[in-house]
Every structure is written in C-alpha cells, then in structure tokens.
C-alpha cells in the first residue's frame, strides 16, 4: 500500500469512530476533507482540539461544559426537586431549547444495551440514584428515546425509583415511536414536556 494510501486509510479509520459513519461515508468524508485547502483543514482541526481541551463533562449531570458544575446545575434558581433523565448530554440541550423544563437534567450517557456491553455498571444509573437521595427529589421525569433501548431502560428506571415514594412520569404520547430527542421540534418536545404522564 502506498504511503497517500496509509495516510487516507488513518483517515477513514478515525471518521469511523463518529456514530452513524459507516466506511463508505467515511471515505466520501475523507476524500472531501483531502480536496479543501491546507489552511480550511488546519481550521477544522484546530476547532475540535480546541473544543476539546475547553469542554468537559459537569460532574453533577453529566452535560456538556465549560466550567463544572454547569451553569444549570449551580444555578440557584432552577427547581432542584425535579430531575429529568435523558440518555446523552446532546438532549439536555434539545429540552433547554423548548423552553418549558426549569429543573435539574441527569445524562445517563447511555442507554441499557447488554448486546452491546452497556449494563447497569456502565451508565450513570448510580450516580441518578445518588442524586434522588440527596436533593429530595419529588419528581423523575423519563425523558428518554422511544426506542427498544429506551423503554427497557425506563421500565429499569422505574422500578428502581418506585421504592423511594418519588413520582415517575414520561413524556406525553405523540412522539414518533423509535425516536431520538435530538430530532423532535422544540414545539413537539415542549408539549410532550407539559401533558407528561405517570410511569405505568
């Protein structure tokens, strides 16, 4: 293999590390990357060294920051007995963009996925429980995707949260079935936020 080859091929190997990126895209991608300007390619990848070296993850619910804990967690003015779950950092932006959610978020960074090593040990199962413990909790609100995943971890969610006489609620019906957060409108979202439900 010739030395542009290993090269190109280190670059199809690190974009397959994004999620959704099979090879095929991951070649389209790098082939693109190879055709911009030196200059344009340096700009990339400073950007991302430098997001990276600047953002962390909040110690309390486990979004994205630059500073920890994040402006939501220290913000003394959030409702500190109302707790929603999601799986990712990503869709603790999506809810604070629909404007109706003033609690606290917990990012599980994960969902329950034991084909794909993802059990109770390696998401932040423990560390939501922690929290109900600790901040007095009134209410848990599951707001996560309506995916296999999604409700398998709830129903595991729920049962744990049921012993600690704290209210379990989900999102209201209406959002698609199979569906990520981070692809519902804000409007969608916000209204699945104010007709939330029960757990069970």
């Known amino acids: 293999m010739g030395s542009y080859k290993k090269s190109l091929q280190l670059i199809i190997d690190s974009l397959r590390l994004l999620p959704g990126i099979g090879y095929k895209s991951a070649e389209r991608i790098a082939y693109h990357l190879l055709s911009l300007e030196e200059g344009q390619v340096r700009t990339l990848a400073n950007s991302l060294i430098t997001a990276r070296q600047m953002i962390c993850v909040c110690s309390e619910c486990g979004g994205l920051t630059a500073s920890d804990p994040c402006s939501i967690c220290s913000d003394e003015w959030r409702q500190r007995d109302a707790i929603c779950v999601v799986e990712s950092a990503r869709d603790i932006d999506t809810i604070e963009k629909s404007g ?66 704290v209210k379990v609620s989900r999102l209201a019906a209406g959002l698609p079935a199979g569906t990520s957060l981070e692809v519902v409108a804000p409007s969608t979202l916000a209204a699945a936020l104010r007709h939330r439900t029960s757990f069970g």
């Open 100 to 165: 109706v959610f003033k609690g606290l978020y917990h990012s599980l960074n994960g969902l329950l996925n034991p084909l794909q090593g993802k059990g109770v040990e390696q998401i932040r199962i423990n560390e939501l429980m922690f929290r109900i413990n600790n901040l007095k909790v009134a209410e848990v609100i599951l707001a996560l995707s309506s995916t296999v995943e999604g409700e398998a971890t709830a129903l595991y969610l729920a049962g744990l949260i049921a012993p600690l006489n």
